[in-house]
């Protein structure tokens, strides 16, 4: 009898769990900005007037309405995109040396 009570708690329990990690999951109150001006999809200029997508936390702007819709269509491959692209600008952007003592000017 108590062994079932038991079994039936760690059941609760767990399914409790469950719901919060889903409802953590569905309610994601701020993505993360579109870090780039330009359209992931077409690499035109952003246009503001063109609602943002979410997608996996991170937030998608772009040119126009017909690059929403490729976007939508495959929302993975622009995600890696857009990855891809942030990661370049960040590695090629810094043009400090790397451990060396040069930088002591000011
Ligand atoms: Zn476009």
Redesign the pocket.
């Given at each position: 009898m108590m062994m079932l009570m038991r079994t039936l708690l760690a059941g609760c329990a767990l399914a409790c769990c469950a719901a919060v990690m889903l409802g953590a999951d569905e309610g994601t109150p701020s993505p993360r900005p579109y870090p780039l001006e330009n359209?992931v999809?077409?690499n035109?200029k952003i246009d503001p007037q063109v609602a943002p997508v979410v997608f996996n936390g991170q937030e998608f702007r772009?040119?126009?309405r017909?690059?929403v819709k490729k976007f939508n269509r495959d929302p993975e491959k622009y995600a890696a995109r857009l990855a891809a692209s942030t990661s370049r600008a960040a590695n090629a952007s810094p043009p400090a040396p790397s451990g060396g003592g040069a930088s002591g000017a000011k």
């Open positions: 359209c999809v077409s035109d772009f040119c126009c017909g690059c």
